[in-house]
């Protein structure tokens, strides 16, 4: 008997992690690429200077973070595919969104301090608790950037410089 | 959160302040904290695990962390006399479940008045 309770538990907490957990995730990617949109006009890049360096610059560090769990169906189905090996795609999704949450707590920090392009952007992972209840950080910073006479220069994409530019951190602008 | 100027010091993870010249080095410079979850965070925090999502405790916890070891570098920095600290970078390292120490550190510099 005590078994069964034992099993019943198991597999409802499996259901409520199945059907909650997918349910968290498509929100939480709806309420990303909302925001994604929201905050296009603020610019991040991977390159370690800014365009244009003799033009005096207010320059401070911002940064965002985000702590993320997978659901115990995640888990569970992680723990299944450990013993074969392989993609585990359930992380997979968990990752990106907790990159692209925080590179957009960055930006949203970049725009609150009025502004607009942030540079020399790095990521940071941490596990903070793993096993049955993973838990896993990601650190996003890089330093924001406030021309004094408030004209913002972007590189001119015809020159090598946009060579440079990482990694999709800058979205599409149409 | 960290403000760009904290007691009008410029803290930068570049190892230049566009427009501005570095007038003095004083080396290195650090500050970090360990931290641990309160109980009753923890708690409902695996019951959060079943359904997954950011963990708003946690998130909050590495935020306050971040900002104190920050602020602990910058003391230090002001101490020697420093007006702003570049090439900062950071570092986390969980030493036991549920207690990470965060450490931020970078070079504290002079730089020239504008």
């Known amino acids: ?21 997918s349910m968290i995730e498509r929100q ?22 800014p365009f244009d360096r003799t033009t005096p610059q207010r320059a401070f560090l911002v940064y965002g973070t985000v702590v993320v769990s997978a659901d115990y169906f995640k888990t569970f189905i992680a723990g299944l595919r450990n013993l ?15 990159r692209r949450e925080a590179l957009l707590r960055l930006k949203a920090e970049a725009r609150r301090k009025g502004s607009k392009m942030v540079v020399c952007v ?22 924001a950037l406030v021309p004094d006479d408030g004209s913002l220069r972007l590189p001119d994409p015809r020159d090598g410089v946009s060579r440079l530019l990482g990694d999709g951190l800058v979205r599409p602008r149409s | 959160m960290t403000e760009g100027r904290t007691g009008s010091m410029i803290v930068s993870n570049l190892e230049l302040i566009p427009g ?34 950011e963990l708003k405790s946690y998130t909050e916890l590495m935020q ?13 920095a002001r101490s020697m006399g420093a007006n702003a600290v570049l090439n900062v970078r950071f570092a986390t390292t969980s030493i036991a479940v549920g207690a990470a120490e965060i450490l931020a550190y970078g070079s504290a510099v002079r730089l020239d008045e504008q």
């Open chain 1, 122 to 143: 790095r990521f940071e992972t941490t596990t903070i608790a793993s096993g049955w209840a993973p838990a896993m950080e990601v650190f996003a910073y890089g330093t």
């Open chain 2, 64 to 76: 306050e962390a971040r900002d104190e070891a920050v602020e602990r570098m910058l003391a230090e």
């Open chain 1, 28 to 49: 939480h990617y709806a309420s990303i690429r909302k925001r994604e949109q929201e905050y296009r006009d603020v610019l991040a890049f991977m390159v370690r200077f």
């Open chain 2, 20 to 53: 501005r010249r570095i007038v003095a080095h004083y080396g290195i410079v650090q500050g970090s904290t360990v931290r641990a979850k309160h109980v009753g965070k923890d708690i409902f925090a695996s019951l959060k695990n079943i359904v997954g999502g």
């Open chain 1, 1 to 21: 008997m005590a078994d069964l309770i034992q099993l019943g538990v198991f597999v409802a907490l499996l259901v409520v992690g199945y059907f909650a957990g």
């Open chain 1, 84 to 98: 074969f090996g392989g993609r585990f795609r359930s992380y997979e999704t968990l990752m990106e969104r907790a």
